[in-house]
């Protein structure tokens, strides 16, 4: 038996829960969308971050915590922040273990890997090299070109492995004093994967992160779209893409010297160095672009591969199980080159194609052209209500309405026309 309160209480319940329920059905049944968002870090690069989650879900509280993420990485990484732990151990001429946080530990402890991998062409230690040729932190505002004997100088300076990394406890180790290490090639992967690792903890099974070019994607977009990415076609000033990419639960990373650069002396030098030369790069290579596992993994393999030559390149690639794709400069030509799977979602254009999207902008250019020349031509005649010279064009040929011809206004007409200009 229900008393009058226990009514009221009941009703209360009852109504309550209908809310309740209402409230989740419709969050339920609320359909999936993208939600996105983008901001910078480590400076002035440029993030994108995109979940798939029901249209009405608040991500105020999702920002805060990827830009917790963000700030975290780059106040233990950025060879910009004075007090980073980076910019610390630098700093330092100990040769004493130099605790650092298990993930610097960690970032390390994978560049040492991908060094000793690579046979020293991705090097961390190459900051000194970096910052002669004025592209790391400190840039100076007149520059001049080191001579060999500054380059040999300099090379003493670098070597991976003059660096020391252990995981527990966290630290590292200089063996010589004026070693200094920057994390820029493989930092900026590291801080995708831990964005794309923060997403996941948080229940955003499907995502991408982008940060400055290096992404990562899980899951599908709604109605199970994959997400799509494109690899840029790497013409300095000129943002086109080369090929599309179907990340499913994979990263890609590319590094190229079209768009980051430093000009000397009207010369282009690429911002990856070569540590076995001690200066930057220069070969045939203009862009390499890394699918793996991982964010990390694929950005310094992407800068490594602009140093090496393919058939290290493909060594390399096989023992890693990465995807590579490589855009190389042959005279006026961009040729292509893959290593492994990738899964392209539009193919990269062939010689013949590209040849073609070349020719047909100028064809189309000399036709428009043409066109206005006649135009112009025919306006000219027309605004001067001048007679017309020359072929009738077939005016001969039709009457007016009252039986007559135009061939009075021909100045030139042909024999057979001389009896009709009189009509
Ligand atoms: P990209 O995306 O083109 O690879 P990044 O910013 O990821 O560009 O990496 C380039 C930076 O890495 C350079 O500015 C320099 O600080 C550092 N770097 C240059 N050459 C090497 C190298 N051989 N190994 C490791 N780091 C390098
Ligand atoms: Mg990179």
């Known amino acids: 038996m229900i008393n009058r309160s226990d009514k009221w209480r009941y009703l209360g319940l009852s109504v309550l829960w209908t809310l309740?329920?209402?409230?989740?059905?419709?969050?339920?049944?609320?359909?999936?969308?993208?939600?996105?968002?983008?901001?910078?870090?480590?400076?002035?690069i440029t993030y994108v971050v995109k979940v798939v989650a029901p249209s009405e879900v608040d991500l105020?509280?999702?920002q805060n915590e990827i830009s917790s993420v963000l700030d975290c990485v780059n106040h233990r990484m950025s060879t910009y922040l004075p007090d980073s732990e980076v910019s610390r151990f630098n700093k330092s001429e100990s040769p004493d273990w130099f605790e650092v946080s298990p993930q610097t530990a960690v970032v390390i402890s994978r560049a040492q890997e991908i060094s000793r991998i690579t046979n020293g062409a991705f090097d961390i230690t190459v900051k000194p090299i970096v910052e002669r040729w004025n592209m790391g932190a400190g840039k100076q505002d007149t520059f001049t070109v080191p001579s060999a004997e500054e380059t040999a100088r300099l090379k003493l300076r670098i070597g991976f492995e003059k660096l020391d990394v252990r995981i527990d406890p966290p630290a590292i180790r200089k063996v010589a004093p004026d070693l200094q290490i920057d994390l820029s090639a493989i930092a900026k992967g590291y801080a995708v994967d831990s964005v794309s690792e923060k997403l996941q903890e948080l229940g955003f099974v499907s995502h991408f992160v982008e940060i400055g070019g290096e992404v990562r994607a899980h899951g599908m977009k709604p109605n199970e779209q994959p997400w799509i990415v494109g690899i840029e076609r790497p013409i300095p000033n000129i943002r086109e893409t080369d090929c599309t990419v179907v990340l499913k639960n994979q990263a890609l990373a590319t590094s190229g010297d079209y768009r980051n650069f430093v000009e000397v002396g009207g010369k282009r030098r690429s911002h990856?160095?070569?540590?076995?030369?001690?200066?930057p790069v220069e070969n045939s290579m203009v862009s390499a672009s890394v699918l793996a596992s991982d964010c990390m993994t694929a950005d310094a393999y992407a800068t490594a591969f602009m140093v090496l030559g393919p058939e290290e390149i493909d060594r390399v690639s096989i023992a890693e199980s990465l995807g590579v794709y490589l855009i190389q400069q042959e005279g006026s030509?961009?040729?292509?080159?893959?290593?492994g799977e990738i899964p392209f979602q539009e193919a990269p254009p062939s010689e013949a194609s590209e040849a073609a999207s070349t020719i047909f902008p100028l064809f189309l250019a000399a036709f428009v052209l043409f066109g206005l020349a006649v135009l112009g031509m025919a306006s000219g005649?027309?605004?001067?209500?001048?007679?017309?010279?020359?072929?009738c064009g077939g005016i001969s040929g039709t009457t007016n309405p009252d039986g007559s011809t135009s061939c009075s206004v021909c100045q030139n007409p042909a024999s057979e026309c001389r009896d009709k200009q009189a009509n």
């Open 381 to 391: 005649v027309i605004l001067s209500n001048r007679t017309i010279k020359g072929s």
């Open 20 to 44: 309740l329920a209402t409230g989740f059905t419709s969050l339920s049944c609320a359909e999936d969308v993208v939600l996105s968002w983008s901001g910078y870090t480590m400076g002035p």
């Open 60 to 62: 105020t509280e999702v």
């Open 333 to 339: 030509k961009l040729q292509r080159s893959f290593s």
């Open 272 to 279: 990856t160095i070569d540590p076995r030369t001690g200066t």
